[in-house]
């Protein structure tokens, strides 16, 4: 079969889930699936922590365009051949397309509709436009959580159930469960000032749907009675970040709180294999990627309690309500304090990752995309 693959995100100079998920399945395709053939078009280059793996049945293709390039360029590129099938990993669906093609669209969430005053007017009113089309007309959806595809059957109720297929996500064995030279990761940590076990971690993007604020509050709380303690946000800055930024400055330990930008893999897996704890505090996830990569790396997690995160995290991290910065200052004070909870919560961890890999993910996604 010949299938078409909207891959543009993978120029983003930018790293969130949504890329890394892409960019696994690339990985992947063109081994499971030899009999295929992939034609995987973006539209400048791609970033080179996001460029895929190359298989002889991969055929990459790059085609600029200055506007609206899913529906011009992309759209025209794909009525040109007779494609078998058409994976839109990203929430959105050419309007323009032949009849025959057969069409899989992947939702990683629905937080715009939760929160829209936490998205960039603009940004929102594509988000619905681009959703909206996308889950109506569709052939098939691939919701990467149960709580994503009840958040599509709540929004859009005209949609069957049976056209929603939950896939959940993976992450990278090798990369975060792979030995680390003592010498790379002294020098990591020498990078950002920061010594093992003694800093507090959140890996993601830079946003207020992350709640950020909170942690930072629960952190000011914390360093009073960890005077070493620091707080490392692993991300780069995506939108509507200058509440985030503006919060630190008013902290009294600004100096101790560090924003490291968008930063290679080798060194997120250093940060998280050496923290003390990892908080995700966001306030809506569609899967959240970063519970697996911390279970994975032997960090104690504690997750707020909404959305897919606990579907996602089971009993292996500590929960609170993600508007109570003192419940979560409580939850990092149990687990700084008491080796016997962070032991407990290592140990579920890694039997909690287990349930979750990228090949499994990339076998059912291509199973949806043909059938």
């Known amino acids: 079969m010949k299938i078409a693959i909207q891959a543009s995100d993978l120029d983003s100079k930018r790293i969130d889930g949504t890329r890394v998920y892409l960019l696994n399945m690339l990985n992947r395709f063109g081994k499971i699936s030899p009999d295929d053939d992939f034609f995987i078009f973006h539209k400048k280059d791609f970033n080179s922590e996001l460029a895929p793996e190359k298989f002889y049945n991969y055929k990459i293709i790059k085609k600029p365009f200055p506007f609206c390039w899913t529906q011009t360029r992309f759209s025209f590129e794909i009525w040109k051949e007779n494609y078998g099938a058409l994976w839109m990993p990203m929430q959105a669906l050419p309007f323009v397309r032949r009849k025959n093609l057969k069409t899989t669209i992947t939702i990683h969430d629905l937080a715009f509709k939760y929160f829209p005053q936490l998205f960039p007017r603009k940004d929102l009113r594509r988000l619905n436009i681009f959703t909206d089309f996308a889950i109506k007309n569709s052939d098939k959806i691939i919701a990467v959580s149960n709580s994503t595809k009840n958040d599509i059957l709540k929004f859009y109720p005209e949609i069957k159930e049976e056209k929603i297929k939950v896939i959940y996500h993976g992450f990278e064995t090798e990369l975060f469960q792979g030995e680390i030279p003592e010498e790379n990761k002294n020098k990591i940590l020498k990078t950002y000032n920061l010594q093992p076990k003694n800093y507090i971690l959140y890996v993601g993007a830079l946003q207020p749907r992350k709640n950020l604020e909170i942690l930072i509050k629960a952190f000011d709380k914390i360093k009073k009675e960890n005077q070493d303690l620091k707080l490392v946000l692993a991300g780069g800055k ?105 032991k407990e919560l290592i140990e579920k961890g890694n039997e909690q990752v287990k349930k979750f890999s990228w090949d499994k993910c990339a076998r059912e996604t291509i199973e949806v995309i043909k059938s």
Do not use: H, Q
């Open 238 to 342: 995506a939108w509507m970040w200058e509440g985030i930024v503006n919060k630190i400055k008013n902290s009294e330990y600004e100096k101790d709180i560090i924003i490291t930008e968008t930063i290679p893999f080798e060194e997120v897996v250093v940060l998280y294999r050496n923290a003390s704890v990892f908080v995700f505090p966001s306030l809506y996830e569609g899967f959240g990627i970063p519970l697996l990569e911390a279970f994975a790396s032997g960090v104690p997690v504690i997750s707020a309690s909404n959305s897919s995160l606990p579907e996602v995290g089971g009993n292996a991290a500590l929960y609170f309500n993600e508007k109570d910065s003192e419940d979560l200052s409580c939850k990092i004070r149990s687990v700084l304090k008491d080796d016997n909870s962070r």
